[in-house]
């Protein structure tokens, strides 16, 4: 795993009140976040349609422009649960967005603040929560951003995220269904241990946990917050659907990986470990002696 890089105020621009890209989340969205924030999941509303950089020839531009690491794509009628990464569409990445309407597809656009004016949405949107987030979390650590474009009713499976993580509905509209961060009766614990190891995100699937889940449908203009590693999947409504993801790292997330990661090494060894504390614990014990072990070279990582 990668040491956190810290979001330096030389990485932004100054931020100024009066201008419009403090206009994206309003006080009242920033309130609520910052009430919710970092463990509830909710909703919030933002300004962020019609914008040029996320219309469908701007952002098949873009894909034709990411190296293959970067882009990701496959068929959109998948069931809730899948094993392992699904199969392609025979579809180039600017055909599948060109087309989406049509195609079938889901796509996502990785890390796309390689590309600095993307770069520049990103660092604007998170400078508008900043205080919410680092009075809580402390310092925003690896801040990135990913776009998805999805035909209509795809579905993306069930999984989880390493993150803190705000995915803010630009086109079209979805539903996605979360349930409780850190239960392991919707996320085993050796599953979790295993991802911080380099295992897969996605998670098996059971209707029963149904009863335990919390729809947020999403229009254009509302996002939703989700916690680090809360389990969730996506549907999409019947028109195609744009929609940017906005995330950050923090020293507790990258605690709660760690402990995981020691976990790992532990029942290994046949030990049953206890879990990572979810916020505010902060896991620094078992962070620290993974961290060692990893300098030492002693993880396997």
Do not use: C
Not at 46 to 75: C, G, I, K, M, T
Request: aromatic content about 8%; glycine content about 8%.
């Amino acid at each position: 795993m990668n040491a956190p890089s810290r979001l330096h105020p030389t990485d932004h621009r100054s931020f100024d009140p009066t201008a419009s890209s403090w206009d994206i989340f309003d006080a009242r969205a920033r309130q609520d976040f910052a009430a919710g924030y970092p463990e509830v999941p909710h909703v919030l509303s933002h300004a962020l349609n019609r914008h040029p950089l996320l219309e469908l020839e701007a952002l098949a531009e873009l894909a034709e422009q990411l190296d293959e690491q970067s882009v990701e794509f496959n068929r959109g009628d998948l069931p809730i649960g899948v094993d392992g990464k699904p199969g392609a569409t025979g579809l180039s990445i600017g055909e599948t967005i060109r087309h989406v309407a049509e195609a079938n597809s889901w796509a996502v656009l990785k890390n796309v603040e390689q590309v600095q004016p993307y770069q520049s949405l990103l660092l604007d949107l998170l400078g508008e929560l900043r205080g919410g987030i680092e009075a809580r979390t402390g310092a925003m650590l690896t801040p990135q951003a990913y776009i998805f474009i999805s035909s209509p009713n795809a579905v993306t499976p069930y999984h989880f995220d390493p993150e803190h993580n705000i995915l803010l509905q630009v086109k079209g509209s979805k539903v996605m269904t979360q349930f409780p961060a850190g239960d392991p009766h919707y996320a085993p614990d050796e599953v979790h241990e295993s991802y911080h190891a380099g295992g897969p995100r996605e998670l098996a699937w059971d209707d029963a946990f149904m009863q335990g889940a919390r729809e947020f449908a999403l229009a254009p203009g509302q996002a939703v917050y989700v916690p680090v590693m809360a389990p969730h999947f996506v549907r999409n409504g019947p028109e195609s659907s744009i929609s940017l993801s906005i995330t950050w790292r923090s020293e507790w997330s990258y605690a709660e990986s760690d402990a995981r990661g020691l976990n790992h090494l532990l029942r290994q060894r046949g030990f049953t470990p206890a879990a990572p504390g979810r916020w505010p614990k902060g896991n620094r014990g078992k962070a620290f002696a993974f961290r060692a072990l990893r300098k030492l070279g002693l993880t396997g990582a």
